[in-house]
Each structure stands twice: as C-alpha cells, then as structure tokens.
C-alpha cells in the first residue's frame, strides 16, 4: 500500500501517515516510577517563551519527552535542526515523518542567540534525519557548532547525530567543527533494528562512534538506547562491549514508552532495580560515565555530565600517570 501525502490541499496532515494503517497497540499502564507531574512553572513558559520567539524547534516537544517540565524549568533545552519532519519512520519515535522542509539559512544564528539568550554552559544539539540532503545535513550541523562557538565560546556543545547512512565525507565534516560530545544513538539492540530501526544499520552506528575517535579523540563519545522494546538482558550487555570496542566513553540507558497505540509497544517496564544494574555492569565494562534509570534519556542533565565525564577522563589519566 502507498501512502499519499497531500502537500497542496490544506487539510490537517498526519503526523505518521505510515503508521496511519497499522493496528492499534496495547498501551501499558505505567508503573509509579515512570510518572510525571504536569509542566507549570514559571521557568518552564520562559523557556517555551524564547523557543517560539526565535522560532526553533525542540526534541523536547516533539518526541514528547517525559522531563520536559523539569529540564525547561532549569533553562535547558535540546534543539532540533534542520526542520521537524523526518525522512525516516522508526517504529518507537514521535517525530513527524514526512517530505521535509528546505534548510533554514538564518537557523545556526537562531541557535545562537538563543543560547546566548538562556545563558547555556552546556547546550544539546540534534536533528531529524535528512536522508535528502546529498551530506545529511552534516554542513549544518557544522555552521550551528560555529554560530554557537561565535556568540558564547564559553558554552561546550553536545551534538546528537542521525548515522549520516550512505554519505560519504559527512561524519568529517562534522568532527572537524569539534564539538565536545558526539552523540549517536543506537536506541536498541540488533535483532529489534528491522522492526524498531529499519532505516538504519547497527554496525554503520558502531562504526560511526568509533570513526569519530579515530579522527579527533579529544571528542567525547556518547550511544544511547532505550529498553522495554522485547531485548534480552544477555543481548544489552553484548552491545555494551560493542560500544566500548568502539572506545565510547558514555552510555545512557532509559526506559521506552509508547506516545501512541500506532507506535512500536512496550513489552515491559524495567525496574528500577535493573536499571541500577545495567549501571554498575557498564562502570565495569570500563565507561567512564553511565547514565541508568526509567527516566534517563540522552540530553537530561546534559550539562552536569559532562562535568561528570571530565573529571572521569582526568582522574583516568592521572592514574594512566601515575603507573
């Protein structure tokens, strides 16, 4: 069956018109220790206030992410580049998918002051995936890291890539902008990638982190996925050595949940417990940081761990010293 996007007419457009036809999955009710309380404080609507005003988008928004109250309500915010619809239609995610928008000059600067405007030390940026553009969009992600580093060199950037698939030269273009943290996701473990994943490719993304190592090991490297999906715990520990065959320095592991009955479903809700586990296991794996719990995802309490993965690497190297 094809499905038909209506780009002329003005009529409301689904968000996932590929998901439109499947059937309706069970939604799980969630355990007390995934919930959150409703955002409404006040630094929650100033942060929503600077966001709309320089009309930038957030994976805060719009993969409907459960610490966007607490996050915002600190000033932090993760930014999404390159428009809100995606060229991809993974199975657990709430991004539109779509034909996309052409790229917005004036975005990098947006950014900029926008960040400049919050006052960041520490900022996330990510993006859709734009499997349209001849590059990715990595020329982009390079011009954002620079308007950044241009108006507040003092902020430290954290970027969270698409795998830039069957683009030659991208991941270049991006490690030589030098942000701090390259992020890549892996989001979950092999045998979920063709119902899960299917646009991408497991060893591609493993290969990926470990290139950006290779040409800059100055940059962080940092992989994250979620569980619940249906994987064996056997299957999670096996991708932890995996990333740190590829030297990833930091992994973060958090719970999946459905945003609707058309999406991927949960299988089960981790506990905390198990959580906790997975931390400790990743810590002996020789991570120099692992973020672990239900709520945990790839840009919450970004700042701080990075923080965190500094005085890991220089307590690492004054030990590598001192031997």
Known sequence: MVTVLDLVNNRPKARHPEKAHRPDQEVLRKPDWIRVKAPTSKGYAETREIVKSH???TVCEEAGCPNIGECWDKKHATFMIMGEICTRACAFCNVATGIPTKLDANEPDSVAKAVKQMGLQHVVIT??????LKDGGAEHFAEVIRAIRAATPQTTIE???PDFLRKDGA???VVAAKPDVFNHNLETVPSNYLTVRPGARYFHSIRLLQRVKELDPSIFTKSGIMVGLGEERHEVLQLMDDLRTANVDFMTIGQYLQPTKKHHPVKRFVTPEEFESY???GKTKGFLLVASSPLTRSSHHAGDDFAKLRAAREAKLGLVAAE
């Not at 993006?127 to 349209?132: A, L």
């Open 279 to 281: 931390a400790t296991v």
């Open 127 to 132: 993006s859709v995936d734009r499997d349209d």
């Open 159 to 161: 970027i969270l890539t």
């Open 171 to 173: 991941l270049e273009i």
């Open 55 to 57: 009309k930038l988008v």
